[in-house]
């Protein structure tokens, strides 16, 4: 499609299970961005894959979280042991490359841990 | 962390008025971006400003850069009930060289009566 892609759209799982949620970019697009936006918050920084170049994970919260981008291209966003202070969306954002240039969204995943 | 300092948080406006929000942050920016979003969907871009003093229109709304490079105002011009949502502000820090991620405010949610 033309937009970032995110699936699953909702995710309902128990406390301590291992989730994972995925990101397809915008064709083209080289840099890949996760947030993760609580309620009636803001967005906060998670992970930041640029080309092939090492991803800056300075925002991921714990060793729990973890993020993965195969052939430059889709990426998976890992939470395992996941705690009910997970419960958030989780938005995948992608740009053309480095730079600012503008972030453009995917409409994320709702994520709530029971 | 760095934070955006977004406000009003809320604002309840009749149809027809206009709107100015606006951010703040003791750090300087190189980039402002304005997004809406709107419920169980990612924030979509609108305005985004790249040189201190620029002042950029997208139809009824127009932000502005400030000189200082530490803050911008968005405003919405004869508001209609479609412009309900949350209003980001975002940017990147200026550190000398291109960097991933943005900084977001913590929104302002808008409320427009018919």
């Known amino acids: 499609g033309a937009g970032v892609s995110q699936s699953p759209s909702n995710k309902v799982t128990e406390k301590g299970k291992d989730v994972e949620l995925r990101c397809d970019p915008i064709?083209?697009?080289?840099?890949l961005y996760w947030y993760r936006q609580s309620l009636g918050q803001g967005l906060e920084f998670l992970i930041y894959?640029?080309?092939?170049?090492?991803?800056?994970k300075s925002g991921l919260p714990s060793d729990r979280f973890s993020a993965e981008r195969t052939g430059g291209s889709v990426s998976t966003l890992t939470i395992q042991r996941t705690q009910q202070e997970d419960s958030a969306v989780y938005l995948c954002?992608?740009?053309?490359?480095?730079?600012?240039?503008?972030?453009?969204f995917g409409d994320g995943t709702r994520l709530s841990i029971l | 962390g760095q934070q955006l300092n977004q406000s009003p948080q809320s604002m309840f406006i009749q149809e027809g008025e206009d709107v100015s929000m606006n951010c703040t942050s003791s750090s300087i920016f190189n980039t402002w971006l304005w997004y809406k979003q709107e419920p169980g969907e990612g924030p979509v871009l609108l305005i985004a400003?790249?040189?201190?003093?620029e002042l950029t229109s997208n139809g009824r709304l127009t932000a502005q850069f400030g000189i200082t490079r530490k803050d911008s105002f968005l405003n919405i011009s004869a508001s209609i009930p479609s412009d309900v949502g949350i209003y980001f502000c975002a940017g990147h820090l200026d550190y000398g060289g291109s960097q991933g991620n943005l900084i977001f405010g913590k929104g302002t949610k808008l409320s427009v009566k018919p």
């Open positions: 954002a992608s740009t053309m490359g480095e730079g600012n240039q503008p972030q453009h």
């Open positions: 894959f640029q080309g092939n170049s090492a991803p800056d």
């Open positions: 400003l790249y040189k201190a003093g």
């Open positions: 064709s083209g697009h080289t840099a």
